[in-house]
């Protein structure tokens, strides 16, 4: 079983419209959750950090369900700019542990 | 200002041949990861470099090999290059402690022909 398995898509939405991706984990010690976005021959970037509480950030929510071993991203509203790869990423928060990337889901928003 | 820095961005060069790729962050970071991108656009991690000792090294083949002069610096190094090494290489910088969010610098395009 892959450490964070993600839907790779495409998911192809028009504009305005609501998406959500999900993304599971298999190391129940992982500690630390995060989307980063990444355009097209660009670098990834921090998007969000995803908190068991859930969190907002403008059009963007994260949700952690950690009995499930669960992560997901709601884009609401969605932006011609929304179109990117969007990337599940977990952390054990142990020292010097890397950062360990699904293989990401591509979103085209079209007009 | 550059959060974290590396060269070149693009590198194409002949199977066989020895080259380097070079990072440097600006940060104040502990940590700094070496990354490879795929065709398929997977990121897996390669090496993983805590205050100087390497922490993570992953099966990579042993003709990679990362060398950090300092704290500020990770460097990978790649002899006797191969077809399969064709590439994006991120480097990538933490701060272990709390929220370790990776700060990437734009990659490193290799081609090997």
């Known amino acids: 079983r892959k450490e964070v398995e993600q839907d790779p898509g495409p998911f192809n939405v028009p504009e305005g419209a609501t998406v959500a991706f999900n993304c599971t984990y298999s190391n129940s010690a992982s500690q630390s959750f995060f989307w980063y976005r990444q355009d097209c021959r660009k670098e990834p970037k921090l998007l969000m950090s995803v908190y068991s509480s859930g969190n907002e950030d403008g059009r963007f929510t994260a949700q952690l369900n950690r009995a499930s071993q669960y992560i997901s991203l709601l884009i609401r509203d969605s932006k011609l700019s929304d179109s990117a790869t969007y990337l599940c990423v977990v952390n054990l928060n142990q020292a010097g542990t890397a950062l360990i990337f699904g293989k990401g889901t591509t979103l085209s928003v079209s007009s | 200002d550059t959060a974290v820095s590396q060269t070149p961005k693009y590198l194409v060069t002949q199977m066989g041949n020895d080259k380097s790729i070079k990072c440097e962050q600006n940060?104040?970071?502990?940590?700094m990861y070496w990354y490879k991108q795929d065709s398929k656009k997977f990121l897996k991690i390669m090496f993983s470099?805590?205050?100087?000792?390497?922490?993570i090294n992953e099966t990579v083949p042993n003709r990679f090999s990362p060398k950090s002069p300092d704290k500020a610096h990770l460097n990978l190094h790649i002899n006797s290059l191969e077809l399969g090494d064709s590439a994006v290489y991120f480097c990538?910088?933490?701060?272990?402690?709390?929220?370790?969010?990776?700060?990437f610098g734009q990659g490193t395009r290799l081609t090997v022909v």
């Open positions: 940060l104040g970071h502990d940590t």
């Open positions: 990538a910088s933490s701060h272990p402690s709390g929220d370790p969010e990776a700060f």
């Open positions: 470099y805590n205050n100087k000792e390497l922490i």
